[in-house]
């Protein structure tokens, strides 16, 4: 069929585009010269990330508890919210999908400043904690709406059923919805722990000491003339998301398998 | 298997309240800086965490506008701040600095006085304690550009279109045509501004952009020739032994200025831990590390002595230089009105 | 729909949201109606001078560019992305696509900015290139320019029109294709009229995600843009930051919200039954890869920077 041909050459077009900055990144990782032309293959970089950078670990470390401690979170709330929204009526019912549709439409710059004088007309102190409450804040709408997609394919008559077995609210929702909708779920969890690594903006105005995250520290560090070490760290990440993602896959193939 | 399914969503709450837990706590003296980016390096940092038993929490910002926003909006907990000139009056102005007390920071008098005596925005010290000087100039690619003269003019040269950036930001291009034309990096009189903005529109045409952020990795490629910026951003970029093709210079008609210094936050929890920084951070030893790093010349006299880096310029060329001061809220607006003509046309 | 402890369900994200996202937003629709501060942040005095300053020519000038900007590159991104969904959703490997999708997004956004400027610079890779095989002598311009910044853009936003297009793609029935053709439809006919209304849906979710972004874009132009490519995103920075005019960036920020979510209902109404949940990334049947596509989607919407 000539349209295959057409949509794979497409595609094939795609992966390029998307894959050249990357082999740039892999390129200036291993070159010994720090501005543009090659210097020679240098591990150097590597080994100035492992031995000799303990802010961006630190600012790794960071990034690493909000995005799990958030995504956690927002995972839970999110869930139920979605659950709720789904199957029944309830006052301010309306409210909540409007609410939840909000985030996606505002520049982030505003969100991240409304947050700042929110907290310091509150007087709580800028860190780890506020910026822990932002990044739920964002990432809670995107599992509700992940969440709610997968919902939307179920029928109330299993809840039903599970009623006229005589199983309890609780039982109903750990028993049936919960591993029902587990893929919506994880895939949600998933797209908060990545917003959340990812934000910039929103983190900027709401950190305090001690509280910088990766995307920060690699906004100050790419002006500075340290970005080798920098493109160093992100090719050890992408390796290191493909080794995770490529061991998770019989896990989620478990759960899909609920 | 059902559960187990539960038991993995309530594993996953535990864990976030966990790992947010485990973040917060710890306990020791504590001194918290909000310093510009790479200001001071790590190991003079260490050396004072070492000597002073201090557990010292760097945060850095890279514009004045960018630290002094996140101060105004509420963001607390700093015990010290590096504002530039214009921003220490503002802050003075907003309440948000601490009246000093000098007797604690003796190594003030290292600095030199002929800084001292050219500070507009805090006279005698009373909330500032100067500690880098220095200025944004023009660095040109001397191996690709050749009979340029050392002015604001270089940018007015079409043999050199295309290949020029100026900095994203309204003082230092405004700051530079006022200069050119005469006047002073402060000159709020309108008439003045559209003059310079003429020759700001005048110089345009010749511009790739005005960047302030990648500018020094583009010149540091070949791809810019001419930028105007910070000294130490463009050496940064550039490995070593290519340096000698930089020419770095101070336009001849002089350039807007900054003095960046050591302010306390009127919230400050950790106030005898930060006088013993700053007056660690001007001693003479330190203040020749500090220099030597940033390959910048020190108003800290006996510092110079110490140091063993040759400087990107040196502490005299500054004298043509004016020091940028708070225009007040009518000579911002006028000069983001002529600013937002420039950036975008109308 | 029923009655039920829904209320119960909902209460926490209710609670959450209103407490920690309408409250403040409430926060910066009150600043909108204040006075500028004489050094940053806001008087207390009421007054509409935020809004008459929307009011001039530079404004509707950068929302005007915004909007070229914006919609040239959406529509190119969708163009590409709707033969690269139709692709993976016929592949036997959409798992293994789908990553190589996925994972250029694993890098920080700044960082493949930079990148992109290491290709296309005039000492970049491609002018290298066009260099050795004898094509041009002199570097050519690529960047700093309009051009670049829609480049940029499409770069950027690609993934999040993809994934929902397969998706969407993907659950559509393909026999309907055949049957089309057996009825003597041309090719390009059944597409048009038989794919195409059928995976309305995944379209509309494409077109918001990435328009909605690249309509706020601040990062992209502001580093790939050259003198002229100033987009909303960066007024609304530049208004907060250097103009230290908070009430005016507040006000520019809540017409940018209101006008899109006027264009967005309009759209959901022209877009029949299509909501954003349904036809989105996250309602392909699961299988390993399930997880993915929606992680992508979600990221690129808030751009870092």
Request: aromatic letters at 12%; hydrophobic letters at 50%.
């Amino acid at each position: 069929m000539k349209r295959s041909i057409f949509s794979k050459a497409v595609f094939a077009g795609t992966i390029v585009f998307l894959f050249l900055p990357l082999a740039v990144l892999v390129f200036y990782s291993f070159n010994e010269s720090k501005s543009g032309s090659w210097g020679g293959f240098s591990l150097r970089w590597y080994l100035k990330l492992f031995t000799d950078s303990p802010d961006l670990w630190r600012a790794f470390g960071n990034s690493a508890i909000i995005a799990l401690g958030s995504a956690a979170v927002a995972t839970a709330i999110g869930t139920l919210g979605a659950i709720g929204v789904n199957w029944y009526r309830f006052r301010l019912r309306s409210y909540l999908r409007t609410v939840t549709f909000l985030p996606m439409i505002l520049p982030e710059i505003i969100i991240g400043v409304s947050l700042l004088v929110f907290f310091s007309g509150l007087g709580i102190r800028l860190g780890l904690f506020t910026v822990f409450v932002a990044h739920v804040s964002f990432n809670l709408p995107f599992v509700f709406l992940l969440v709610l997609a997968r919902l939307e394919e179920f029928d109330f008559s299993i809840i039903e059923a599970a009623r006229d077995l005589g199983a309890t609210e609780a039982q109903t929702l750990a028993r049936v919805i919960l591993p029902m909708i587990m893929p919506g779920i994880v895939s949600g969890f998933l797209t908060a722990v990545t917003l959340s690594l990812e934000d910039f903006v929103i983190t900027f105005f709401v950190t305090g000491p001690g509280a910088t995250t990766l995307p920060l520290y690699v906004y100050s560090a790419i002006r500075f003339g340290i970005s080798p070490v920098i493109n160093a760290l992100s090719v050890v990440m992408i390796l290191g998301t493909v080794a995770l993602t490529w061991s998770m896959r019989n896990f989620l193939k478990y759960i899909a398998a609920k | 298997m059902v559960s187990k399914s539960a038991r993995a969503a309530l594993a996953l709450v535990v864990l976030g309240v966990l790992v947010l837990a485990s973040a917060c706590g710890g306990s020791g003296q504590k001194l918290y800086l909000y310093n510009w980016t790479y200001y001071i390096p790590d190991d003079v940092i260490e050396d004072f965490e070492r000597s002073h038993g201090v557990d010292v929490i760097v945060d850095s910002y890279s514009s004045n506008e960018e630290m002094y926003n996140k101060l105004v909006a509420g963001g607390s907990g700093y015990d010290i701040v590096v504002p530039s000139g214009d921003y220490v009056s503002i802050m003075i102005a907003e309440g948000l600095l601490k009246e000093l007390d000098l007797s604690r920071v003796p190594n003030l008098a290292n600095v030199d006085p002929s800084a001292i005596a050219r500070i507009g925005f805090d006279p005698d010290n009373r909330y500032s304690v100067p500690f880098m000087m220095g200025a944004a100039g023009v660095s040109v690619n001397s191996s690709k550009a050749e009979g340029y003269a050392h002015s604001w003019s270089i940018f007015g040269d079409e043999r050199l279109r295309g290949r020029m950036t100026m900095l994203d930001d309204m003082r230092e291009v405004l700051g530079a045509a006022l200069k050119f034309l005469g006047y002073s990096v402060n000159d709020v009189d309108p008439a003045h501004l559209e003059q310079a903005r003429q020759v700001v529109e005048s110089w345009k045409p010749n511009l790739v952009k005005f960047d302030a952020e990648a500018f020094a990795k583009s010149f540091a490629s070949g791809e810019f020739w001419v930028v105007q910026g910070y000294a130490e951003n463009v050496f940064l970029e550039y490995d070593e032994e290519r340096r000698g093709e930089i020419d770095f210079f101070f336009p001849q008609e002089g350039m807007p200025m900054y003095l960046d210094s050591f302010c306390i936050l009127s919230g400050a929890q950790n106030v005898d831990t930060a006088y013993q920084f700053i007056d660690y951070m001007l001693s003479p030893e330190i203040a020749a590390r500090v220099s030597d790093y940033l390959m910048l010349p020190s108003p800290n006299v006996p510092a110079r002595e110490l140091m063993t880096v040759t400087p990107n310029y040196s502490f005299d060329d500054l004298a043509a230089g004016e020091f940028k001061e708070d225009l007040g809220l009518e000579g911002l607006k006028l000069y983001n009105k002529v600013w937002r003509q420039i950036r975008v046309g109308n | 729909m029923k009655q039920g402890p829904g209320g119960l369900y909902a209460a926490p994200s209710i609670l959450w949201l209103s407490v920690f996202f309408v409250a403040p937003l409430l926060i910066i629709v009150a600043y909108s109606f204040l006075t500028q501060g004489q050094r940053g942040g806001v008087e207390w005095k009421p007054t509409l001078d935020a809004y008459k300053a929307i009011a001039n020519p530079t404004f509707l000038t950068v929302t005007v560019n915004t909007i070229v900007v914006a919609l040239g590159a959406t529509l190119v991104t969708i163009l590409i992305a709707l033969p690269c969904g139709y692709h993976m959703a016929r592949s036997k490997r959409q798992n293994l696509l789908l990553l190589l999708v996925i994972i250029p997004f694993w890098t920080n956004f700044l960082i493949r900015i930079y990148a992109w400027i290491a290709i296309l610079g005039n000492e970049g890779f491609l002018n290298d290139l066009l260099r050795f095989l004898g094509l041009t002598d002199e570097p050519l311009r690529f960047l700093y320019n309009r051009w670049a910044v829609g480049l940029v853009l499409v770069y950027t936003y690609l993934p999040y029109a993809i994934l929902p297009l397969f998706s969407t793609i993907d659950k559509f029935d393909f026999s309907l294709l055949e049957a089309a053709r057996d009825l003597g439809a041309t090719k390009l006919k059944a597409i048009t009229r038989v794919l195409l209304p059928n995976i309305r849906g995944g379209v509309f979710t494409a077109f918001l995600f990435t328009f909605i972004p690249i309509f706020g874009a601040y990062a992209v132009p502001l580093l790939v843009g050259g003198t002229e490519s100033y987009m909303l995103g960066n007024l609304i920075a530049d208004e907060l930051t250097k103009s230290r005019n908070w009430p005016l960036a507040a006000a520019i920020s809540l017409v940018i919200t209101l006008v899109t979510t006027v264009g967005v209902m309009l759209l959901l109404r022209a877009g029949g039954t299509a909501t954003l949940g349904s036809g989105g990334a996250g309602t392909k049947e699961p299988e390993e890869g399930a997880a993915l596509p929606a992680q992508s989607v979600a990221s690129a919407e808030g751009e870092p920077a």
